[in-house]
């Protein structure tokens, strides 16, 4: 069982930002591929950015490249996600998520089977 808090959302006006924090439960932490995904209202839940096991390898959709950076800290159980330059087209409920198949690429197309609750992020204009 792993559980996941997110914390680091809140409200920011349109160029700002933020750092958003996914605290991990569970001493393979290390050993699991995670993610951050958002879902905005009435839209569809969507890939953000992902990171391998090692942290060596990162993925990031291609409306948040350049802007965001997904790093980890196995020594800390934590995974960050640092976005700047935000839009307000990036607000969104984000959540992060963990790939427990172990030493996983971080790929976005495999499963990701443990979610936290999510944190909210408003960008005013």
């Known amino acids: 069982q792993v559980q996941l808090v997110e914390s680091g959302g809140g409200l920011v006006q349109a160029g700002g930002s933020l750092r958003l924090s996914c605290a991990a439960s569970g001493r393979t932490f290390s050993s699991y591929a995670m993610g951050w995904f958002r879902q905005a209202p009435g839209k569809e839940r969507e890939f953000v950015a992902t990171i391998s096991y090692s942290g060596r390898t990162t993925y990031y959709a291609d409306s948040v490249k350049g802007r965001f950076t997904i790093s980890r800290d196995n020594a800390k159980n934590t995974v960050y996600l640092q976005m700047n330059s935000l839009k307000p087209e990036d607000t969104a409920v984000y959540s992060c998520?963990?790939?427990?198949?172990?030493w996983g690429s971080g790929s976005p197309t495999r499963k990701y089977d443990y979610w936290g609750q999510g944190t909210q992020v408003t960008v005013s204009s």
């Open positions: 998520a963990a790939d427990t198949s172990p």
